[in-house]
Nanobody, 126 residues
Framework: VQLQASGGGLVQAGGSLRLSCAAS????????MGWFRQAPGKEREFVAA????????YYADSVKGRFTISRDNAENTVYLQMNSLKPEDTAVYYC????????????????????WGQGTQVTVSS
C-alpha cells in the first residue's frame, strides 16, 4: 500500500497549487481520503477530507472556501486544489487514506487504520 503525493512547490501569496495523491497497492474506492499538513514546529493538522464516493467533503475552518478536495476513483487519486494561498498555508502536506472510515467528517477526527503518503512541501511567500 503506497500513497504518492505530488504537486507542491513555491508560490506567492494569492496564488494557487494543485496537489495530487496517487494510491497503489490496493483499491481505495471504498475509503475516505484526505489531506493533513504540518508546519515547522507545529503538530500535524487536518486540512480536508472526502468520502469514499466523493459525495461529501469536510474542511478545516482555516481553508474553507479556498481549498477544494476531489477524487477520481477510477484512477485511485485524490486532489487538493488550493487557491488564494496565504503564507500561513506553508507546510508539508500529507495525503492519507483509511480503509475503516467512509465518511469525510469522521475521517477528520478518527484514525481507523490510516495510511500516509510521504508528504509534499508547499511554501507560500508573502
Amino acid at each position: 500500500v503506497q500513497l504518492q503525493a505530488s504537486g507542491g512547490g513555491l508560490v506567492q501569496a494569492g496564488g494557487s497549487l494543485r496537489l495530487s495523491c496517487a494510491a497503489s497497492g490496493r483499491t481505495f474506492s471504498n475509503y475516505a481520503m484526505g489531506w493533513f499538513r504540518q508546519a515547522p514546529g507545529k503538530e500535524r493538522e487536518f486540512v480536508a477530507a472526502i468520502s469514499w464516493s466523493g459525495g461529501s467533503t469536510y474542511y478545516a475552518d482555516s481553508v474553507k472556501g479556498r481549498f477544494t478536495i476531489s477524487r477520481d476513483n477510477a484512477e485511485n487519486t485524490v486532489y487538493l486544489q488550493m487557491n488564494s494561498l496565504k503564507p500561513e498555508d506553508t507546510a508539508v502536506y500529507y495525503c492519507a487514506a483509511d480503509p475503516l472510515i467512509t465518511d469525510a467528517q469522521a475521517f477528520s477526527i478518527k484514525n481507523g487504520r490510516r495510511y500516509w503518503g510521504q508528504g509534499t512541501q508547499v511554501t507560500v511567500s508573502s
